[in-house]
């Protein structure tokens, strides 16, 4: 079930998580990161343990001498919530997939050291990193068996993710509350940090398949099929997680606008306005005004470039509300005031480009900040775009001064090494199911024609496309 890394790689990632938290909050001093490993075990083990000094200039690196989540680590069984027995951060964060703040340690009910020890104040977070079930492939088998709580309920089965690791930050006291800025950080880097884990595990993946296709070329055609058919269909995935990564940093940029504005978010003020329409309709028409709702509220969460975001709202917002005043009967005044609503909608979709908001930040060049805006809110063709490199390019420049700045230049680096990893991948296979499946013919096989047609500047037509879903 565990995302499957090599030690060195999983330290280091884990290393560059909390250095990326102890750069971008001042008031936390200590990490530790946890893996979470296989079912139904789901045992919780120390990976690695960092403290920065006063001067935040140097930090120690190393497990703490005595806890019982060092290797080999703590079972589900002793760490899960029982009666008669303290209960856990750690238990709360793995079986309810939720964070765990502790900002009045003195009543914290989760506090094992508090409940054993006294006058222990340890003011902390707890996030757990999740990854879906979809991309681990744990659908795929029958025999996947999920733990039990305390009480026989079976955890996570009606969840789309499993945890494969927990972040534990402690912050100086009384500068730490729940869904507070440095909570919002600590998730979207949770997420990161989910991605990234990922993305070593593809390419693990993918190397192993290669190897498999050198010890037995005569099978290739079934070795490709078998072993390589998840690496490279996850190869789609990577498009998906840049744009995710891009979305991020259009989320950072718009926080740092309404908070120089001092202002509310206006998109949340117009979406607000267009669901108070809904009591109107909300007891004759309660399953489209329900759908209506979820929509509105799905709207204010997304992330999108001005341009996809219009659209989602014409396709999810504006044609069902069409549909909800013409069955209802409304009469002109109401569909009028109705889309007025929905022009307010509009008009807020890209603020974040717009100069009556950015001119607030005075702190960034407008050459800097011009060239900024257009690329977090560009639609993004590829992998390929230059906008990637650009944004990669510009993330190196501190006046941009992002939460996360540094996570995500290195998140999209690594996103765009591993889409040309997997390119040269597939091209690879290709290759070789053209030389295995016309070995046998007396002709000019059809590999080294699609050799020649590379030489030649053509495009090949791939042979995978018949297995490999788009």
């Given at each position: 079930?565990?995302?499957?890394?090599?030690?060195s790689?999983l330290?280091?990632?884990?290393?560059?998580?909390?250095?990326?938290?102890?750069?971008?909050?001042?008031?936390?001093?200590?990490?530790?990161i946890y893996?979470?490993?296989?079912l139904?075990?789901?045992?919780v083990?120390?990976?690695t343990s960092?403290v920065?000094?006063d001067?935040?200039?140097?930090i120690?690196?190393?497990?703490?001498?005595?806890?019982d989540?060092?290797?080999?680590?703590?079972p589900?069984?002793?760490?899960?919530?029982e009666?008669?027995?303290?209960?856990e951060?750690?238990g709360?964060?793995?079986?309810?997939?939720k964070?765990?703040?502790?900002?009045?340690?003195e009543?914290?009910?989760?506090s094992?050291?508090l409940?054993l020890e006294?006058g222990?104040?340890e003011f902390?977070?707890?996030?757990?990193?999740l990854?879906r079930?979809?991309?681990?492939?744990?659908?795929?088998?029958s025999?996947?068996?999920?733990?039990?709580?305390?009480?026989?309920?079976?955890?996570?089965?009606?969840?789309?993710?499993?945890?494969?690791?927990?972040?534990k930050?402690?912050?100086?006291?009384?500068?730490i509350?729940?869904?507070?800025h440095?909570?919002r950080?600590?998730?979207?880097?949770?997420r990161s940090?989910g991605?990234?884990?990922l993305?070593?595990?593809?390419?693990?993946?993918?190397?192993?398949?290669?190897?498999?296709i050198?010890?037995?070329?005569?099978n290739?055609?079934?070795?490709?099929a078998?072993s390589?058919?998840n690496?490279?269909?996850?190869?789609?995935m990577i498009f998906?997680?840049a744009?995710k990564?891009?979305?991020?940093?259009?989320?950072?940029?718009?926080?740092m606008?309404?908070?120089?504005?001092?202002?509310e978010?206006p998109r949340?003020?117009?979406i607000e306005?267009?669901d108070?329409f809904?009591?109107?309709?909300?007891?004759?028409y309660?399953?489209?005004?329900?759908?209506?709702h979820?929509?509105?509220e799905?709207?204010?969460?997304?992330s999108l470039?001005?341009?996809?975001y219009?659209?989602?709202l014409?396709?999810?917002?504006?044609e069902?509300?069409?549909?909800?005043?013409g069955?209802s009967?409304?009469?002109?005044?109401?569909?009028?005031?109705?889309?007025n609503?929905i022009?307010?909608v509009?008009?807020?979709l890209?603020?974040g480009?717009?100069p009556?908001?950015?001119n607030?930040?005075?702190?960034m060049?407008?050459?800097?900040k011009?060239?900024?805006?257009?690329?977090?809110?560009?639609e993004?063709?590829?992998m390929?775009?230059?906008?990637?490199?650009?944004l990669?390019?510009?993330?190196e420049?501190?006046?941009?001064?992002?939460?996360?700045?540094e996570?995500?230049?290195?998140?999209?680096l690594?996103?765009?090494?591993?889409?040309?990893?997997?390119?040269?991948?597939?091209r690879?296979?290709?290759?070789?199911?053209?030389q295995?499946?016309?070995?046998?013919?007396?002709?000019e096989?059809?590999?080294?024609?699609y050799v020649?047609r590379?030489?030649?500047?053509?495009k090949s037509v791939?042979?995978?496309?018949?297995?490999?879903?788009?």
């Amino acid at each position: 079930m565990s995302i499957e890394i090599e030690e060195s790689f999983l330290k280091k990632a884990c290393k560059e998580m909390i250095e990326t938290i102890f750069l971008c909050l001042p008031n936390a001093y200590k990490g530790t990161i946890y893996r979470v490993g296989d079912l139904p075990e789901l045992r919780v083990e120390g990976i690695t343990s960092g403290v920065i000094d006063d001067y935040r200039e140097r930090i120690e690196w190393g497990l703490a001498g005595a806890s019982d989540y060092n290797p080999p680590g703590k079972p589900w069984s002793l760490y899960r919530d029982e009666p008669d027995r303290p209960l856990e951060a750690m238990g709360w964060c793995v079986e309810r997939q939720k964070s765990w703040t502790s900002e009045d340690p003195e009543n914290d009910s989760r506090s094992v050291r508090l409940q054993l020890e006294s006058g222990v104040n340890e003011f902390q977070h707890m996030e757990p990193v999740l990854v879906r079930k979809a991309d681990l492939n744990l659908d795929m088998y029958s025999s996947v068996i999920y733990p039990k709580n305390h009480s026989g309920h079976v955890i996570w089965s009606d969840s789309d993710y499993v945890v494969v690791a927990v972040v534990k930050i402690y912050f100086r006291p009384y500068t730490i509350r729940m869904n507070s800025h440095e909570t919002r950080v600590i998730k979207r880097l949770s997420r990161s940090l989910g991605t990234e884990l990922l993305s070593y595990q593809l390419r693990q993946d993918s190397m192993k398949a290669m190897q498999d296709i050198s010890r037995d070329r005569l099978n290739a055609c079934n070795i490709i099929a078998d072993s390589l058919r998840n690496a490279i269909t996850k190869s789609g995935m990577i498009f998906t997680l840049a744009k995710k990564e891009i979305a991020y940093l259009r989320e950072q940029w718009e926080l740092m606008i309404l908070e120089a504005c001092g202002m509310e978010n206006p998109r949340k003020k117009a979406i607000e306005k267009l669901d108070r329409f809904l009591s109107e309709f909300s007891i004759k028409y309660e399953d489209e005004t329900r759908e209506l709702h979820l929509a509105h509220e799905r709207l204010m969460e997304l992330s999108l470039p001005p341009a996809q975001y219009e659209k989602w709202l014409r396709m999810q917002v504006e044609e069902k509300w069409d549909e909800l005043l013409g069955i209802s009967g409304a009469d002109d005044d109401l569909r009028g005031r109705v889309k007025n609503a929905i022009d307010d909608v509009k008009n807020t979709l890209g603020f974040g480009c717009s100069p009556e908001f950015t001119n607030s930040l005075r702190n960034m060049a407008e050459g800097l900040k011009e060239k900024w805006v257009s690329l977090i809110y560009k639609e993004i063709e590829g992998m390929k775009d230059p906008a990637i490199d650009q944004l990669v390019s510009i993330l190196e420049n501190p006046e941009v001064n992002i939460p996360g700045q540094e996570k995500s230049r290195k998140a999209l680096l690594q996103l765009k090494a591993l889409a040309e990893t997997m390119g040269q991948l597939e091209r690879n296979t290709n290759f070789l199911i053209n030389q295995v499946l016309m070995a046998n013919t007396g002709k000019e096989s059809r590999g080294s024609q699609y050799v020649n047609r590379e030489k030649k500047g053509h495009k090949s037509v791939s042979v995978t496309e018949s297995f490999i879903p788009v």
